[in-house]
């Protein structure tokens, strides 16, 4: 290839403002995760679905630019006659890589929208899908009024009630279910004549979420203070346990 079309790419490239964020995947926890990734809008999943992760290792991953997806851990997996299975957030593949597969709720989940040309990302943490980690994300670069950390330190499984506590082989409860799912009512689930921001407002069970990580969406309506973001081209750290 010669210089002048080596060039030509390069400029290309430039113009077309494309760039690789990276996000850093860390684990705090006291003991292993897998986390696991989905791309979104039916675009190529990252060249990592879902790996193990030990107790106070990282991982970075590149995320093209725009992508929007999801990072979450799973927990307690294990392989048995060769399937790869988890107690909480199994995404069904079978594997360790998830291949395009979401998280089996309950599933704390980092979001994020990474923007073309440095434009504005968006992330947020959710709890729409119920509860299995403690998580943040911290943006590293970029610039805005609400690009700052976003945190769920607490665990929620500690103030899970029963009805949509999910409970491991030894009792204890590692996983909390939203009431949508737990109960499958539409004042849950804000779907029927509850499908609209008005006429949905937070219910008891969304509000354990809710007071327990403040910046977490709790319920699909949670938008005022739970969506954050950056321009700028960031890069962000995601923590579980942190």
């Known amino acids: 290839m010669n210089t002048q079309v080596i060039f030509s790419l390069i400029l290309a490239f430039l113009v ?19 986390p696991g990734t989905l791309t979104g809008d ?28 999801r990072i979450w851990a799973r927990t307690q997996c294990s392989s048995d006659s060769g399937k790869f299975t988890c ?16 998280a089996a709720p309950p599933a704390s989940l980092a979001e994020f929208t990474i923007a073309a040309n440095n ?9 729409v899908d119920g509860f299995n980690l403690p998580l943040s994300v911290a943006p590293r670069g970029g610039s805005g009024s609400n ?5 769920c330190k607490a665990n929620v499984n500690s103030v899970c009630p029963s009805e949509l506590a999910v409970k491991g082989s030894d009792g204890s409860v590692i996983a909390c279910k939203s009431a949508c799912a737990a109960l499958n009512q539409p004042q849950y689930c804000c779907t029927g004549a509850f499908g609209t921001a008005e006429t949905c407002p937070p219910t008891k069970y969304s509000m354990i979420f809710k007071n327990q990580c403040p910046e977490a969406y709790s319920y699909a309506y ?4 739970s969506t954050f973001s950056c321009t700028g081209g960031a890069n962000y750290v995601v923590t579980f346990c942190p």
């Open 16 to 34: 077309s403002g494309a760039h690789l964020a990276t996000v850093e995947i860390k684990n705090n926890c006291p003991y292993t995760i897998w």
């Open 42 to 69: 039916a675009k190529p999943q990252l060249s990592s679905t879902g790996f193990e992760l030990r107790s106070g290792a990282t991982n970075t991953l590149n995320l093209p630019s725009p992508w929007s997806g």
């Open 87 to 102: 107690a909480t957030a199994d995404c069904g593949s079978g594997q360790l890589s998830c291949n395009g597969n979401g």
């Open 119 to 127: 434009g504005q990302d968006f992330f947020d943490l959710s709890l």
């Open 147 to 151: 690009c700052t950390p976003t945190t």
């Open 222 to 225: 949670d938008d005022p203070t």
